[in-house]
């Protein structure tokens, strides 16, 4: 009867021990299976990423292939946006709603105009003060100081 039990103790503590050992090697290869699959889909999306950067800067090559010899100002606000001096559009494009063409308007403070969406905002040549001002412009059509 001793023996018996004995032997279910070691019996079920070899069970433990295998099916332990087992969960190990399954885990083990699904953490390699994991990584492999990781790498895969960040080679995917890197070669992603690397081909709509192509096809942003080649469509941005023909978007500036207007004829202008651009000089692209650099103001303070410049960190955000790089305006030409003489026909005033962007280097790259910022706003979604209007490829924008700024120009300077005849004012005592610096500030400019969108002859395309006739958006104001203030600042040189389409360049606003400071960054928070570009920021809080991006992708709105309306001025939200204006007012
Ligand atoms: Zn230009
Ligand atoms: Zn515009």
């Avoid at 999306?45 to 650099?74: I, K």
């Avoid at 606000?77 to 979604?96: N, Y």
């Avoid at 040189?124 to 992708?139: E, I, Q, R």
Wanted: proline share 4%; with cysteine.
């Amino acid at each position: 009867m001793r023996n018996i039990i004995l032997l279910s103790i070691l019996a079920g503590t070899g069970v433990a021990l295998t099916g332990y050992f087992v969960w190990l090697v399954i885990r083990a290869v699904y953490q390699v299976y994991r990584d492999w699959r990781l790498g895969h889909e960040l080679a995917a999306l890197q070669s992603e990423v690397t081909d709509w950067r192509a096809r942003r800067a080649h469509a941005n090559r023909d978007r500036l292939n207007t004829g202008c010899d651009h000089q692209f100002e650099d103001g303070p606000g410049s960190t955000f946006r790089r305006v030409c001096r003489h026909c005033g559009l962007e280097a790259e494009r910022t706003s979604e709603v209007c490829d924008h063409h700024w120009r300077q308007l005849d004012s005592p403070i610096p500030r400019s105009s969108c002859d395309a969406c006739g958006q104001e905002i203030e600042g040189f040549l389409g360049m606003p003060c400071s960054p928070d001002l570009a920021a809080s412009d991006l992708n709105t059509a309306e001025n939200p100081n204006e007012g």
